[in-house]
């Protein structure tokens, strides 16, 4: 008789790839934002401020508020079910 076996595996390959895409996006976004600092230099500072927050800081915010509930529901479903599996050998 042999023992069945139950796939405990995680997609790891799905959260490296998105892992990476989230970094290479993020690099371009500071090029951006290095690009645009430059472009205003020369204006002044409450004007370098306002383009700066708007370039910055509401996209950042608004990605940890988009990706990272998703991105934590989504490996905690693999987890679990990762757990199920483990139980049920």
Not at 21 to 31: D, E, P, T
Not at 38 to 61: N, Q, T
């Amino acid at each position: 008789m042999t023992t069945p076996t139950i796939s405990s595996e995680i997609d790891t390959e799905w959260f490296h790839r998105f892992g990476v895409a989230v970094v290479i996006s993020y690099l371009g976004w500071m090029l951006l934002s290095a690009f645009v600092h430059l472009m205003i230099m020369k204006k002044d500072v409450k004007d370098k401020f306002r383009i700066m927050m708007l370039l910055l800081y509401y996209p950042g915010r608004a990605g940890f508020l988009v990706w990272g509930p998703w991105l934590g529901s989504r490996a905690g479903s693999s987890a679990n079910q990762a757990d199920f599996n483990l139980s049920l050998v």
